[in-house]
Structure formats: structure tokens, C-alpha cells
């Protein structure tokens, strides 16, 4: 069985235990659990229209949930069970949709998984709510711990999130900042940080998660982390290039160039400039600022990359980072169908075509 087909024979498991964490009708009886028991009356139907429904809407979609399928693999990989590991896969699918929700809002998105963005049919407010929301709905499963954990391992998940929680945003903030224009001159080594603290930290989360429910030691939770958010990056990376070369991957986000029009600093703008004549770079410059919306000048922009074979940097440095993590972990796992499946994942990262 390879990757391709484990994500599909994963991704009904994994919904189901969505489903437990945040239901499509949600009733009293989950809102006590979730909240504790009211003091006065929850209003169950307007928690399922406002709550329930934009968010089965989004994760109705689609979306590979490569995310939970690493927590899974990493939990087998340390020698523990998928059935010990399945109830906690929504922590990390429901924090990257949580990411997803809020990310469109602040790059005024238009589209996402080939629909309008949640914020276009339910409003800004249920959207960013949302956002929130996805982000600490998980957290039931540790503070309700319905699957007896012990002590020391709902701590150390409590921890990671945390330290997670607060790198991502710090990522967010960095990337917003940057293609609003407020510095010109980034390095490839600073890209890469952003990259790993808004993209890579979901990855490293569920390889840790995994690591720890499966009762591995520091040293291969560390270096499960590691290689998380190895492939966290690669994807990344992956992504930036689909976004300008791949016509299916931008039907789904609704339109060409779309890092271009928000003005995106990415590893390709990056070695672009870096390479680039001073009249090209200036022109490039010119472009992201101006956060363009016709075909013709985001092409434009396209072109001057391509002309610097910037696609092609980015594609070796991607599956450089994943090569290099993988020798990391390799040596402290024993082989196993997991294991060779997580590095399956590794190379589906870099190498995917949607």
C-alpha cells in the first residue's frame, strides 16, 4: 500500500473522530461537555447554524488530512497503535482548517478548496470566530480525557501545542507583514524560519503527537518534530511553486498567481531577487507591491521568475530539507510498514501535483 492510498483509507477514519470533536448538529448534551453545564439555557440550534455548519462546510471540501495521517504513522512508527493515536488526529486537522479560515481573511481570499471563502458566505465575523474556534475546540479531548491518558503525556501535548499555538502566529504575522510590503530585503535563511513557524509547526505537532501517545523518549519525539516539520516546509514550498505552474491547483484557489496578487515574498520571489538584473528586480518589486489583479501583469511577474529558474532552486531546496531531515529520524526508527510509509509522506510533500 503506498501513501496515495493510505491517506484515502485514513481520511473516513479520521472525519469520523471530526466528527466526534466538533458534530454537525450539535445538541445540549455535547455543549455541556464541551462548556461544562450551563448556568442558565445553551442555545444549541444557533451554536450548530454559527458553529457547525460553516466549519463541516469547509472540511466538507476535501483536504488530504496528510496532517492526522502523520500523527498516526508516527505514533506505529514508535511502536504504538493507530487505535491509540486515531481519537487525537482532530488536533491538527482541526487547527490547520482553524489557520485556513483566519489566513483567508487577512489575504482576502476569494476562493478555497474551489468554493467562496467562509468568510464570503457566512461573513467576516463567523469566519474569524471560526478560525478561533478550530483552535481550541481540540482541546476537549485532553481536559475531558475521555482516553485516559496519563498525567505526563496530556502535559507534554498540553506543552507542544502551546509552544505550536504560538509559533504559527508568529509565522502569520511575519508573512502578513512582508507582503504588505515592510521588508524588501529577506533572506532565504529568514523565508525558511517563517515557513517553518507558520507551515511547519502542524506538521512537527502531529509528529510529536504521535510520537508521544505512542510512548516514545524525548530524543525520537525531537526528532520526530524535526522531520514534521520538514515535510511541513516542503510542502510549503511545493505549494508556491503548484501556485504558479499547476492549472488544477489554481482552480482550486480560484484564480492564477495568487501569491503574486497578495504580494507574496515567497522562496521563489526570494531567489529571484537575489538573481535578478537591477531592472527586473526593480519591475518584480513593482509588481508585488501593487498586488495586481489582471492576468497580464500577474504573468508578467511569472515570467521574471521563471527567468531566473527560481522554480526550479525551489524544488531542490525542497526536497533537499525533507532528504536531510529524513537522515535524522531514519537510524532510531526499527522498519516497519509505518516507517516507510512516513517516508512516502516525505516525498509526497515535495513532489505532489495538487
Not at 505514533?75 to 497503535?81: I, R, S, T, Y
Not at 487547527?95 to 485556513?100: E, K, V, W
Not at 505550536?164 to 533572506?187: C, F, P, Y
Not at 531546496?317 to 516525505?346: M, R, Y
Request: glycine share 8%.
Amino acid at each position: 500500500m503506498g501513501i496515495t492510498e493510505y491517506l484515502e483509507r485514513k481520511k473516513p477514519l479520521i472525519d469520523r473522530e471530526m466528527e466526534k470533536a466538533i458534530p454537525r448538529k450539535i445538541t445540549e448534551k455535547w455543549l455541556s461537555f464541551a462548556l461544562g453545564k450551563p448556568d442558565y439555557m445553551y442555545d444549541s440550534e444557533t451554536a450548530t447554524r454559527c458553529i457547525s455548519e460553516p466549519i463541516w462546510d469547509l472540511l466538507d471540501r476535501g483536504g488530504k488530512r496528510w496532517r492526522p495521517a502523520l500523527a498516526l504513522l508516527s505514533c506505529e512508527a514508535v511502536g504504538g497503535k493507530e487505535e491509540d493515536a486515531l481519537p487525537f488526529t482532530p488536533m491538527v486537522e482541526l487547527i490547520h482548517n482553524g489557520t485556513l479560515s483566519q489566513d483567508d481573511v487577512e489575504d482576502d481570499s476569494k476562493m478555497r478548496r474551489g468554493k467562496p471563502c467562509m468568510h464570503l458566505i457566512y461573513g467576516v465575523d463567523i469566519a474569524v470566530n471560526n478560525g478561533s474556534t478550530m483552535y481550541f475546540l481540540p482541546l476537549t479531548l485532553l481536559y475531558r480525557n475521555l482516553h485516559n491518558l496519563p498525567e505526563n503525556k496530556i502535559r507534554a501535548i498540553y506543552d507542544i501545542y502551546a509552544e505550536e499555538m504560538l509559533r504559527v502566529s508568529v509565522g502569520q504575522a511575519t508573512d502578513i507583514w512582508w507582503h504588505k510590503g515592510g521588508k524588501q530585503n529577506i533572506s532565504e535563511g529568514e523565508y525558511l524560519q517563517m515557513v517553518a513557524n507558520k507551515t511547519g509547526v502542524l506538521a512537527r505537532f502531529a509528529a510529536k503527537l504521535g510520537g508521544i501517545v505512542g510512548g516514545a523518549d524525548e530524543k525520537r519525539i525531537h526528532a520526530l518534530g524535526k522531520f514534521g516539520e520538514a515535510i511541513g516546509v516542503g510542502f510549503q514550498i511545493q505549494d508556491d511553486i503548484l501556485e504558479l505552474t499547476e492549472e488544477e491547483f489554481k482552480k482550486g484557489k480560484g484564480s492564477a498567481g495568487g501569491d503574486i496578487h497578495e504580494g507574496k515574498r515567497t522562496l521563489l520571489v526570494i531567489k529571484t531577487l537575489e538573481k535578478a538584473v537591477p531592472a527586473d528586480r526593480k519591475r518584480l518589486v513593482e509588481i508585488l507591491d501593487s498586488h495586481p489583479t489582471d492576468e497580464e501583469t500577474i504573468k508578467e511577474a511569472i515570467g521574471i521568475i521563471e527567468k531566473y529558474g527560481a522554480i526550479q532552486y525551489a524544488q531542490k531546496k525542497s526536497e533537499q530539507i525533507v532528504n536531510n531531515a529524513w537522515k535524522g529520524i531514519d537510524s532510531l526508527l526499527q522498519d516497519s510498514t509505518a516507517k516507510a510509509l512516513l517516508h512516502e509522506l516525505a516525498l509526497f510533500a515535495t513532489k505532489r501535483k495538487t
